[in-house]
């Protein structure tokens, strides 16, 4: 067990024999906890085609029922508690948590535990293929979804982060429950897990909590391939509805990974670039009622990234505005930025760190991806700083870092063909 202290901030930090890694920062202020189970595995992992969407599907059937409670007593049990309970699956992980009065940590620790090994039984798994397909039928009844989608898979191609979280008919249908279970032996790992908590709490009960609950835990497989992607050449992949009313452009491009020492100074180009509002996207296309939305930012992976420069408009309009998001991109690489514009950016994100830092739920959660990223727990403070010091140049340079304006992906849906977007 180790205690450490960063400008007043307590982190724990603790590992059990098997592998299962426990983390947490205790807010004695707070009358709540937030607990959650991190676990290293998302679409990303899903190597094999066949079983696309396995991971949000898992997702799904660990509410199904434990090897000792059904999927009624699960709820009632979190109900009796009061807990705020959910869970989410995205490219790279999948996070279960509860919000509960300190209190009642124990209980919701017991039940949160208990649903790591999930019964996954077959009828329960038949049934539940019906919702996800659902859900897939939904999402693809929203355009820009569908352009995202395809975004994905045109940019990342081959790659499993091509792979779309929620799977897709074809494979929802296909798989089998042994699929599922032999996925969850393999990445459902005490070693490939994280068990976070933050808020109200005795760092010592935790540690007995963890070591009663998840002792027995089998090991497994950790980490990913994250080696670095990005495509070989630009592409243009333009999908013609002329039912719609709207042009979607997705511009996608290569940048830096979660882990690169330029993080802060790329995702400090991307808002003052594109960020929903005050940034030069914003004022220069969306404020001059040239579309309904026009924006940037960074989405940083492990071992890759990319900037998304996005805008809907009317199809009389879209060609103009596909060429000023670029010409608003070659504006920033040539000319650089301005200290104001940069100080702006700076404000804002922190304002974002110290607001989300007065939340037991987003302490929990950064908690885990600070250890998934640094292998260490970062301090608010410590944060702040690193925004903080910043400079124009290192933003220039970090963005320069990357064949940005020669490995465009150009991702569109709306009634333009590509000649005339292009136009």
Known sequence: MSESTANGTVFY??????????????????????????????SRDEKDPSIAGVSHFLEHMVFKGTKELDWQEITLAFNKIGAELNAFTSHESTVYYARVLGEYLDRAVELLS???YPRLAESDFETEKEVIVNEIARSEDQPY???????MQTYFGEHALGHDVLGSRESIRAMNIEQMRNYWQRRYAANNLILSVAGNFDWQHIIELAEQHCSSWRQGDSGRDASHYEPDQPINNVM?????????MIVAMPTVDVKDPDYYAAMLGGSILGDTDGSRLYWNIYQRGMAESASAGIWAMEGTGIMLMEANSTPEDAPRVLKMLRAELDNLLDGGVFEDELQRAKDKWISGIVLSSESTFSRMRSLANDWVTEGRL??????IERVEKITVEDVVRALHRFPMRDKQVLTALGPLSEAELLA
């Open 13 to 42: 930090t603790h590992r059990l024999s098997n592998g299962l890694q426990i983390v947490g920062q205790p807010m004695p202020d707070f009358e709540s906890v937030a607990v959650s189970y991190y676990v290293h595995t998302g």
């Open 114 to 116: 208990d649903m790591m």
């Open 145 to 151: 979804n569908i352009a995202y989608r395809r975004m």
């Open 240 to 248: 013609v509805d002329t039912k719609l009313k709207q042009q979607i």
């Open 378 to 383: 970062v301090s608010v403070e410590e944060e």
